[in-house]
């Protein structure tokens, strides 16, 4: 089954199945509420809801060769940052740094494309351990041509501890074709007003080779061969 909002709203919906987001954890493995259509959470699950177990290492996923991460194609932008505390820190590869907001909420992290790209997975890392009251605890992911066409899905983060993949698929399971990721920081844990977040990731399908079905290279000796730059 596939759920969509029924209410009309600035920020339309996207389709999302069950299953697609029982698999990455987004949402629990329950039944939904009778009569809910969202992907959104009532506040009976919400209170509910256990914490939001780690994902997998996206660098473990760009080692099978099948994803590989777009983000430095991208003009990335901030709704508000302390100083040194920005988008370089929030793409430095290091778990130790991090973005920190500095405004009123919303928090926004807006990333650009210059042409349609193909969008598999957002992944995200958060540590409630570490942030505390800093850590998102409500974020919206928007995709869209601009900011005036946005569509969106929006999930709970429940004490997380390492990275939270976001999978982004049409009903039929392919990536999103978009110009624009826009992702917002609703809420936070504790009911804090600025937010950490410490690693985002996105991630679009590799390409299939043209020479027949030849085995894909796992080991990254390899794999920095399998291209021609």
């Given amino acids: 089954m596939w759920y969509l909002h029924p209410s009309q709203r600035p920020h339309r919906r996207y389709l999302f199945s069950t299953k697609q987001l029982q698999d990455q954890h987004v949402i ?7 009569g809910e259509k969202s992907v959104w959470f009532s506040p009976k699950i919400n209170a509910m809801a256990t914490k939001t177990p780690a994902g997998e290492d996206p660098k473990k996923l ?24 920005g988008v370089d820190q929030l793409r430095d590869d290091n778990l130790e740094t991090y973005w ?29 351990k570490a942030d505390e009251s800093y850590t998102p605890s409500r974020v919206s992911l928007r995709v869209g ?11 709970d983060l429940v004490e997380p501890g390492g990275w939270v993949h976001i ?12 110009f624009m990721i ?26 299939e ?19 021609i730059r």
């Fill in 28 to 34: 629990p493995k329950k039944k939904p509420i009778k």
């Fill in 62 to 85: 760009e080692r099978t060769g099948r994803v590989r991460e777009i983000g430095s194609q991208a003009i990335w932008s901030l709704s508000s940052c302390k100083p040194g505390f």
């Fill in 100 to 128: 920190q907001s500095d405004g009123s909420q919303p928090h926004l992290v807006n990333i650009q494309f210059r042409r349609k790209t193909a969008v598999k997975t957002v992944c995200i890392y958060a540590d409630y």
């Fill in 145 to 155: 041509n601009n900011f005036h066409d946005l569509q969106e899905i929006r999930l």
């Fill in 167 to 178: 999978p982004l698929e049409d009903p039929g399971g392919k990536p999103l074709r978009t």
């Fill in 182 to 207: 826009q992702m917002a920081v609703l809420a936070n844990h504790q009911n804090g007003r600025d937010t950490h977040l410490r690693q985002v990731r996105v991630y679009t399908p590799a390409e």
């Fill in 209 to 227: 080779m043209s020479l027949g079905n030849l085995p894909r290279f796992t080991t990254t000796d390899c794999l920095k061969y399998s291209t």
